[in-house]
């Protein structure tokens, strides 16, 4: 039997989901788990969010180890994550400082710098990537204040270092090269004018990779410690790129990828870049073979993981979307405030934005149907930019599994709505290494296994 392990890392999760076929289905199996999040760290006597990289390699490792502890050992191995997070690294390959999460403010001060250099409308029409504060692009520039690109020999983002971590090699992939704001959305390679004009080292910026390349094999060292040697493939090592690519999509349908983000959006063979799409807030993040999903980032279901951390996760997310049910009220908050990007107590940040306090089940409601109402906007806006009508809006990813959400989205969009899978990203992944090996003829080969193998369903 030939296996393929997916290592799907997400911002509050991460899981091993190994993956085998018979030529018509795809069987796969979830062998590990452990938990993420971003912690408050101090650099330079500053405090900060980062993230625990070390910890992190250590549970891929862990993984890795199960993989042989079951005798299931993987033909082919590929990581992904989310987008715009990277490691610097020194002359002996350590990250600089570590690794800083997109959350951390330290972007208040650089943004207005990076745009005086080169202002934002001129950064969209050559790269099609909406404005967020946490944009590569601009965490960038506080590493070249401070001091931290001096050091820097490379740059890896998140999943090409731990890639490199395993094998030795360094390369950089390019959907989640694209979530930088640096890459050219014509020429589909780092956009030198920019990193000129910010006066970033065009040293740390190498050619980009296609999903499907091999990076390399398992180091001896790690070969030692997991137990087996294995391949290294790319996958789409953005995790919403990989999570596209498993959607049952026909033609170019909408989707919502549904997890910590809500990414919304239509797969496009160009860039849109003209001023409607970027009033709009819509990116243009790479996919496979130079195609574009055309998107826009919503606040997800960070929220409701935050309120169910702040109740000390006495609820599970079916418990709190049942109370939402019999909660519900008719406050409107913008979800993509930035007071929501990060505040010290996600509850308080709502009851003061509706200016009352809530109950439980009032504040989950809150989320599911503003969350809703802004996928109805955000739709909106995606078929005035296209010129589109679309009948039906695909949900994939974990949030996929929200009954009430799904319910609240389709009385709000008045589309037909296709939910599922679940594990959309881990199987993205997977048939991007099954598609480098041979085992399968493509995208769109996958998806259609994928129809035949998982729970898909019309809300």
């Known amino acids: 039997m030939q296996y393929f392990l997916a290592i799907d890392i997400g911002a509050s999760s991460g899981r091993h989901i190994l993956c085998h076929t018979d030529g018509e289905k795809l069987y796969t199996e979830e062998i590990y788990r452990f938990q993420n999040g971003a912690i408050y760290k101090t650099v330079n006597g500053r405090t900060c969010l980062g993230w625990e990289h070390e910890r992190l390699f250590a549970e891929i490792l862990n993984g890795l180890k199960r993989a042989k502890e079951i005798g299931k050992i993987p033909y082919s191995v590929g990581i992904d994550t989310w987008g715009v997070d990277y490691a610097l690294l020194d002359e002996n390959d350590h990250p600089i400082d570590g690794v800083y999460a997109y959350r951390d ?74 979530t930088t704001g640096m890459v050219n959305a014509v020429t589909h390679t780092w956009d030198e004018e920019i990193l000129s004009a910010l006066g970033y080292k065009k040293s740390l910026f190498q050619s980009l990779s296609q999903p499907t390349s091999e990076v390399g094999e398992f180091t001896d060292e790690i070969a030692k410690i997991v137990g087996y040697k294995a391949k290294v493939v790319l996958p789409a090592t953005h995790d919403t790129a990989s999570a596209v690519l498993a959607a049952p999509l026909e033609k170019q349908t909408p989707y919502i990828s549904s997890g910590t983000w809500s990414l919304l959006g239509v797969e496009q063979n160009y860039a849109h ?152 990203t881990a199987l993205g992944n997977l048939i991007m290494q099954m598609t480098a090996a041979g085992v399968i003829d493509g995208v769109q080969s996958g998806r259609n296994m994928i129809r035949k193998s998982f729970d898909i369903k019309e809300i």
């Open 105 to 178: 403010g330290r972007t208040e001060q650089t943004i207005p710098r990076v745009h005086a250099c080169v202002p934002f409308e001129k950064l969209y029409g050559k790269t099609g990537i909406q404005f967020a504060s946490f944009n590569t692009v601009y965490q960038l520039l506080d590493d070249l204040q401070t001091g931290r690109m001096d050091k820097a020999q490379s740059m890896l983002m998140l999943p090409d270092y731990f890639h490199f971590r395993l094998t030795g090699v360094k390369k950089q992939e390019y959907t989640n090269a694209t």
């Open 273 to 424: 870049t003209d001023e409607r799409a970027r009033k709009s807030g819509y990116s243009n993040e790479g996919g496979l073979h130079g195609s574009f999903r055309l998107q826009k980032n919503i606040m997800g279901l960070w929220m409701i993981q935050q309120v169910r951390k702040e109740l000390d996760n006495r609820y599970d997310f079916a418990t709190l979307a049942d109370m939402a049910r019999e909660s519900p009220v008719d406050d409107e908050i913008d979800v993509n405030d930035s007071r929501f990007l990060a505040p010290e107590n996600m509850t308080e940040e709502i009851h003061k934005t509706v200016g009352r306090t809530l109950s439980v089940g009032e504040t989950a409601y809150v989320i599911y149907n503003n969350l809703a109402l802004d996928y109805a906007h955000s739709l909106a806006d995606l078929e005035r930019i296209t010129g589109e009508k679309y009948e039906t809006l695909n949900i994939i990813g974990g949030g996929s599994k929200n009954e009430l959400l799904n319910e609240l989205t389709k009385a709000k969009t008045g589309k037909r709505i296709i939910t599922g899978p679940a594990e959309g």
